[in-house]
């Protein structure tokens, strides 16, 4: 079914075209002059005009000549008494579909009708397509217009069809899990199994009996043969999330699946193949880990073939409104509310906080401002006090934290890792030492926070 006007003075052509189109199933619009039908085309989405050649207010190839500039996708017959065969040529270079004598048979103009909307469908689909070439880089309902977001993207797409290792590292909350399983739903493994496994979250023992499985007998409590994680993920993607924080018997193990893609179980002898994708996460600095003797330096090396980096939020503030609205959208709906926007102001301060828990942060943030919003406008009085406080701050004391800055010079890790102790610190004082309020204050989740606490051994 496709939208047709006909520009035609002539009651009589007006009358039988009407007739065949209706017939054909499509929608059909008339006028009776040349400026009518500018205004319809402009107005509608037209796919075809059958346009006379001798309107009364400007002759028909100028109308054609105008629609086929101004709406390349709209098609164009051209129906002419007197045609002469300078006028078809003259019509076919303007760039009519068909040149339809008058009088003509319903079967003629069924047959133009036909073939000139089959070829505009096919312009159209071209056009679609092309459009679809040029558009950003997306994944799934991924935000990400930051040039450096968009080279992720395209690294995501270009990997995802390889079996290839792939580190992702990046603060908490900048959408490392978020990218791995983009990773295998890109992947000719996404109807396989995605497995995802939390190494920070699991004392040594668990974790390699959850992982790599075990035999009967192999340590109390094992009363049955149980297959790990890896098997589990067999021919999908296993994604091994904080795998900074492990232990060194945990990591030769791994390594040993890395490079042989075999593992034996727990208490067992026997080799086991694998076909997984292996997806890695850190919220650390591997290469400093690996600097400390925290991290096998071979392992890391067949970790980082390929590896992406999440850049934190606050490097990233062009995707902060349209993050915003993402999620507006996203709460409105799933908690049946009828917010629709923010305000400038409100904007201006997310752009501004400095976001240490990132896009889940931001997340949260929203998600709050949108249940409790007593309007469909979402102003700065409902965000969060610390964000808009943050923000009133001048940029310079911002940035010069006190205690840090007056230590004496040191590495800018141990700097930097005392000052994150504190701030745990502080936070744990804050909560009453509730760890899973702290953790959402910080804006971190519960294990990151786990494993920060037991790297600094804060209890
Ligand atoms: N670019 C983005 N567009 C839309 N949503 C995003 C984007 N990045 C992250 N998110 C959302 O933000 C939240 C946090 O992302 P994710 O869990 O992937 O972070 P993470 O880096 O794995 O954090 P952690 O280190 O704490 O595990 C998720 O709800 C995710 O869907
Ligand atoms: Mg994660």
């Known amino acids: 079914m496709a939208k047709v006007l006909v520009a035609d003075s002539d009651p009589q052509s007006q009358e039988s075209l009407h007739d065949v189109l209706v017939r054909s199933g499509h929608i059909v619009e008339a006028t009776t002059t040349g400026e009518a039908a500018i205004r319809a085309v402009d107005d509608g989405d037209i796919d075809l005009l059958i346009c006379d050649a001798d309107l009364p207010d ?4 100028e109308l054609l000549a105008a629609v086929r500039r101004s709406h390349p996708t709209t098609a164009v017959i051209l129906t002419t008494a007197f045609g002469s065969v300078d006028d078809a040529v003259h019509a076919m270079r303007e760039g009519a579909a068909d040149l339809l004598r008058k009088p003509f048979s319903a079967d003629q103009a069924r047959l133009a009708i036909d073939r ?4 505009s469908l096919l312009v159209r689909e071209n056009q679609n397509l092309r459009q679809a070439l040029d558009d950003r880089v997306q994944i799934g309902n991924l935000i990400g217009e930051d040039p450096r977001m968009q080279a992720i993207f395209k690294t995501v797409r270009a990997v995802a069809d390889t079996r290839t290792t792939v580190l992702v590292t990046g603060e908490s909350g900048t959408g490392k899990t978020v990218v791995a399983r983009g990773l295998h739903a890109l ?18 023992t668990l974790l390699e009996s959850e992982l790599f499985g075990h035999v009967r007998g192999s340590f109390t409590g094992a009363i049955k043969d149980k297959p790990g994680k890896f098997e589990a993920a067999h021919g999908g993607t296993i994604f091994l999330d904080e795998i900074g924080t492990s232990t060194p018997a945990f990591q030769v193990r791994l390594l040993r699946v890395l490079q042989d893609r075999v593992l034996e179980r727990v208490g067992d002898n026997r080799t086991i193949a694998l ?13 400093q880990a690996v600097r400390d003797g925290r991290f096998r330096e071979d392992l890391y ?7 992406i980096e999440m850049p934190p939020l606050r490097q990233r503030q062009e995707d902060i409104p349209a993050l915003a609205m993402h999620f507006l959208r996203r709460f409105a ?5 009828r917010v629709e926007r923010l305000t400038p102001a409100a904007t201006a301060v997310l752009r501004r906080a400095r976001w240490p828990g990132n896009v889940r942060q931001l997340e949260n943030v929203l998600e709050r401002a949108v249940v409790f919003s007593q309007s469909p406008v979402i102003d700065v009085a409902d965000l969060p006090p610390n964000l808009v406080e943050q923000d009133a701050l001048p940029a310079a004391a911002n940035a010069a934290t006190p205690p840090v800055a007056l230590e004496p010079v040191q590495p800018l890790r141990t700097a930097l890792d005392a000052a994150e102790r504190r701030i745990l610190e502080q936070a744990l004082v804050h909560c009453d030492g509730n760890r899973e309020r702290a953790a959402k204050v910080l804006g971190i989740n519960r294990s990151t926070l786990f494993a ?3 790297r600094y051994g804060v209890r």
């Open 58 to 61: 400007l002759p028909g190839i």
């Open 116 to 119: 000139a909307l089959e070829r």
């Open 187 to 204: 992947s000719p493994r996404r109807n396989g199994p995605f497995v995802e496994v939390n190494c920070g979250a699991l004392p040594e």
């Open 275 to 287: 076909d997984v994708r292996i997806v890695l996460a850190t919220n650390l600095d591997l290469e």
């Open 301 to 307: 090396y067949r970790i980082n073939v390929v590896s």
């Open 333 to 337: 709906k799933d908690h049946g509310k």
């Open 452 to 454: 920060k606490l037991r």
